[in-house]
């Protein structure tokens, strides 16, 4: 155990006095705070930027359906020849010119729009529906029908959602769930990756200047496997911590001090937010609250540690088995399956039906259970199904790690000769 202790120490202080590493860990928080208040700025410009469109109707019928709205401006030019509004519109650089032709036999020709670029589709939908309207009423008075008598019976229904202890939700209460977890999930995969590289380039090094020879010959093959996965994992759990700290600071900085304010930025989709939710943005606000954000960041701590182990295993082996970086691409692959299985169960199987059976196999499985059960947790999953699923995280990481050692014993002293599948399995009858 003595000299797992000082391997752990060895390899935490090798990575958190490395250059790249210093830099980085303090390079990070600006960068992301940074397209963090580059997102804000460019949304504020937008939701100021108001676009003018041009609208010239032979009809006549559609001009006072197209309303002025805080993004969108419309301009009649249906009292100017055709040929003379388009030359206004474009030398005006609007955004564009909608053409709406003359009725024939009770049709409307073909509607058309002109732009320097295409519009956006919400644009184009918002063109279209505003028209649709007009011609179904008219063609609903053609028809005979009153329309005051349809708009006076028309009923608004609204669903409340409440839990069988009589406890309201909002409509949007499993997307809520839905972002959370899949933000935990996505973290969990990318921090597995990164810190798995990280362990697997460690070895690469070591092996390739020979270094590895010296220590073998004091400590044991799977001690040192052993104390590079732990130094590793100490170091990111340090960089992880320091980004934290540091992103929440310079986030706040960054806001107070440029008069960015990130909530008045999405005030209004917010707002939106809260009507599709119960028209009450308190309901939406009291989801988010009741959410289980303390169980989530504790079995994400608990379900990282155990994926991180049962990963870099793989990796520490994957190093120990080649001789160079490029060697490991054959490798990779069936590595990283797993982990992108896991999201797309995660973001297509658990949103869907969080309890069903699928999701529930796949929060089980060793390799996906890390993700597809993070993606569960804020659903609310039963404590049997977490001790299962921990449980077999645990002993697979077992097997793992000593499958992985018999590899790795053999692996760091073999040079010059490139593995296969095939011979990998050899090392482990050794």
Known sequence: MRNLKLIIRREYL????????????????????????????????????????????????????????????????SNLEYEEALIKVREQEYYGLIYIPEMENGEIGKIQFFGEEPPGIGTVQAIEKTIAERLTKIELVNRGVDLSAIEAAEV?????????????????????????????????MMFIIIYGNMVMRSVIEEKTNRIIEIIVSSVKPIHLMLGKVLGTSLAGLTQFSIWVVLGVVLLWIASFSLGVDFLSTQKEQMEMVGQMATTDLGLFLNDVYNLPLLSLFIFFVIYFLGGYFLYSSIYAAIGAAVDSETDTQQFMFPVILPLMLGIYIGFFAVIENPHGNISTIFSMI?????????????FGVPWYELAISLSLLFVTNLGVVWLAAKIYRVGILMYGKKATYKEIFKWLKY
């Open 156 to 188: 608004n229904v609204d669903v409340e959602i409440q839990n069988f202890s009589g406890q309201r939700t909002s409509k949007m209460s499993n997307y809520i769930k839905m972002i959370f977890g899949g933000i935990a999930g996505y973290l969990l």
């Open 366 to 378: 060793p390799l996906t259970s890390p993700i597809v059960m993070l993606m569960r947790i804020p």
């Open 14 to 77: 090798a990575r958190v006095r490395n250059k790249t590493f210093i830099i980085m860990t303090f390079l990070s928080p600006l960068i992301l705070v940074g397209m963090f208040m580059l997102v804000g700025y460019l949304s504020m410009m937008n939701s100021s930027e108001q676009q003018i469109i041009g609208l010239y109707d032979e009809t006549g019928m559609f001009s006072s359906d197209f309303k002025d709205g805080r993004q969108v401006q419309y301009l009649d030019f």
